[in-house]
């Protein structure tokens, strides 16, 4: 008597495998979205934001500040044209690149030295170097004490935040 087997059916082709560069691919992908969502996250909520309040300012002085021949940089008091601080060649690095910096946008924007740079102190201990030529604000504490220091020296009073 002869066996019958079963019919062979038609096997189904296996499910396609994914290759290790598209799976990277993916993973990639979702986490640039997790990023991107993150990031709207924190900027819409504030998170990771540190404000100080405002303060009021207790002591301003308004400047120019004029390049002397001898290559040093003389900071004139706007009200009474007195010397208020004279910084010599290789002196006073973060004062000269900041000043240099304010006075670069105001030859950018086709503006002279007239007007006077305003240097704040606030009675919070902040320090802020205005521009009102160029509209141009500086919080000198974002750039450390020491380097705040450098202009509070400037003011009567050196505490700075």
Do not use: C, W, Y
């Amino acid at each position: 008597m002869p066996v019958e087997l079963p019919a062979r059916r038609p096997s189904s082709p296996p499910p396609p495998r994914r290759s290790p560069q598209s799976l990277a691919v993916i993973g990639i992908g979702a986490l640039l979205g997790v990023v991107m969502l993150a990031v709207f996250v924190g900027r819409r909520e504030g998170v990771g934001l540190t404000e100080l309040p405002p303060g009021r300012p207790v002591a301003s002085l308004g400047f120019r500040a004029e390049d002397r021949p001898d290559g040093a940089v003389e900071l004139m008091g706007a009200a009474d044209n007195r010397l208020v601080a004279r910084i010599n060649p290789g002196e006073g690095g973060f004062m000269r690149g900041t000043l240099r910096g304010l006075a670069q946008a105001r030859q950018r924007e086709g503006l002279g030295p007239e007007q006077p740079f305003t240097l704040t102190r606030f009675d919070n201990g902040t320090l802020a170097l205005e521009d009102a030529a160029t509209g141009r604000h500086v919080a000198l504490e974002a750039f450390g004490a020491t380097n705040a220091a450098a202009f509070a020296r400037l003011l009567p009073g050196n505490e700075t935040k």
